[in-house]
């Protein structure tokens, strides 16, 4: 059974630090993508935005790294190897990325403006982790 789970998320102050953990079960990251996306609370009617993007090749390793210009030079997404899990280490972090964070089994995200896609015939998505940046 496929799965996407996030953990990590809390109350963060404004310039802080936070790292989310997305942990897969089910399939193996070697020759896939994940996503990060986030939405901010109580805009359930808005599209997630796409924030980040890890890719793998069919070896497991980093294929590329690819983030939104709203996080970029801030957050660093990475992969444990030993494990299946992603991580997004999110700096400096401001009001404004107060949201709800998801790992997918995709990316669908622009980067400058060039648009990144990756689809391997899974769509899978965890529940969420809220990150709240206030002091």
């Known amino acids: 059974q496929v799965q996407l789970v996030e953990s990590g998320g809390g109350l963060v102050q404004p310039g802080g630090s936070r790292t989310l953990t997305c942990e897969a079960s089910?399939?193996?990251?070697?020759?896939?993508?994940i996503g990060w996306f986030r939405q901010a609370p109580g805009e359930d009617g808005e599209e997630r935005e796409g924030i980040s993007c890890i890719s793998f090749n069919a070896g497991g390793r980093v294929r590329e790294t690819r983030y939104a210009d709203s996080v970029k030079d801030r957050f660093t997404v990475s992969r444990d190897n030993a494990k299946n899990v992603v991580y997004l280490q999110m700096n400096n972090l401001k009001p404004e990325d107060t949201a709800i964070y998801y790992c997918a089994t995709k990316c669908a995200m622009y980067a400058g403006t060039t648009y990144v896609s990756h689809y391997y015939g899974m769509d899978y998505w965890g529940d969420g982790a809220l990150v709240t940046v206030s002091s």
């Open positions: 089910g399939f193996t990251l070697d020759g896939v993508a």
